[in-house]
């Protein structure tokens, strides 16, 4: 690879690492964004080595957030919205995919097959998530079949039903309703903007390799991207792993000569090392800076007092209390000055 090929791959990929952060800062505005970035990568690197590492990365996640102030009801809106968006976005990229490569060629019945199913899912997915929003008898509703749901698996686990889900689905809809009105359209582009990023990464990996459009065209690198951001709804594998790669390499280098697989490959891995690998190392240095240096993501405010432990009054300022204990003690009136005004005393400490 040349020098500007690899300047070019190392700025988009900063740049597709990025955007998340300013996905997490759109749903939740209170946040700032290093915080958003430490809460990324710090989740990041737990589901990319983990098994089942989606589920421990959403823990990480909430004790991060949950130490700077985050409530429960404020973080599931922000998970269940950004998630629902993250959907939306992969259930749609197969339709841009299959546009694109109408410009160009007939797409192949896999592909066609893909932007139908695709596009289904995201008909009904945003059918339903209208009505939950719009329709409070459907909330409603909802919500008892989401209760009755979980009773039954409780019962076969021989557990006991949770009683806190029934009006869950309203809470949600109506604070859901209030964010999206307000922050939708920010929430919906950066969304739309991490996803076209990360594939104009692996576009660039592409031509870095020495891959022509006449090789491999960017509508193909698209029809790939989306086959597989598709295939991955489900996290099967920590972060995607093996999957993703013989995705992408499957797709791209079918009926191409050695020599081009060969490249194809290439720039398969090194797009999956500039995504995949990052956020490991850097997720762990966030995640020791917020437990031991939590000031460097989360400065307190310079007028807050430290606090003590709970029940013991908090100490004076040493000036104040000099100052109030030398003031003079208030004089009662006289009874034969009832006209006169009764001198007041000064305020005691802070």
């Known amino acids: 690879m040349t020098w500007p090929f690899v300047l ?27 915080e958003a970035a430490a809460v990324n990568l710090s989740s990041n690197a737990v589901a990319n080595t983990l098994p089942a590492g989606g589920a421990l990365g959403m823990g990480v996640s909430w004790a991060m957030l949950s130490s700077w102030g985050v409530g429960t009801e404020e973080y599931v809106l922000y998970t269940l919205l950004s998630g629902i968006w993250n959907v939306f976005a992969r259930l749609g990229l197969p339709v841009l995919a299959v546009l694109g490569l109408l410009t160009v060629t007939r797409p192949d019945a896999v592909l066609i097959t893909s932007a139908a199913v695709g596009l289904g899912l995201l008909a009904a997915a945003a059918a339903g998530l209208g009505l939950l929003l719009r329709s409070e ?31 869950s689905l309203t809470g949600f809809r109506s604070r859901a309703a209030g964010l999206l009105a307000a922050r939708g359209w920010r929430i919906t582009v950066t969304t739309a903007a991490a996803q076209l990023i990360l594939w104009l990464v692996l576009l660039a990996c592409l031509r870095g390799t020495g891959l022509s459009q006449a090789q491999v065209s960017w509508q193909t690198s698209l029809a790939a991207y989306a086959f597989v951001r598709l295939l991955t709804v489900l996290p099967l594998t920590p972060g995607g792993l093996g999957i993703t790669e013989l995705g992408l390499v499957g797709v791209l280098a079918a009926g191409a000569s050695p020599h081009t697989t060969a490249q194809v490959t290439a720039a398969v891995l090194l797009y999956r090392a500039v995504t995949y690998l990052p956020p490991i190392p850097l997720g762990v240095a966030a995640f020791l800076v917020w437990r031991h240096a939590p000031a460097l993501l989360h400065p307190a405010p310079a007028d807050a007092a430290p606090a003590g432990p709970p029940g013991l009054a908090q ?27 009764r001198p007041t005393s000064p305020p005691m400490g802070t």
């Not at 700025?11 to 759109?26: K, T």
């Not at 919500?143 to 949770?162: F, G, I, K």
């Open 315 to 341: 100490p004076q300022p040493a000036m104040t209390l000099v100052t109030s204990l030398r003031q003079p003690s208030p004089v009662p009136a006289s009874p034969g000055f009832a006209g006169a005004p």
């Open 137 to 167: 008898r459907f909330a409603l509703s909802a919500d008892h079949v989401l209760q009755h749901a979980a009773a039954t698996a409780c019962r076969l686990a021989r557990r006991e039903a949770p009683s806190r889900i029934a009006g």
């Open 8 to 34: 070019l791959v190392g700025v988009a990929a900063v740049a597709s690492l990025a955007s998340y952060w300013f996905g997490i800062c759109a749903v939740l505005p209170s946040l700032r964004l290093r």
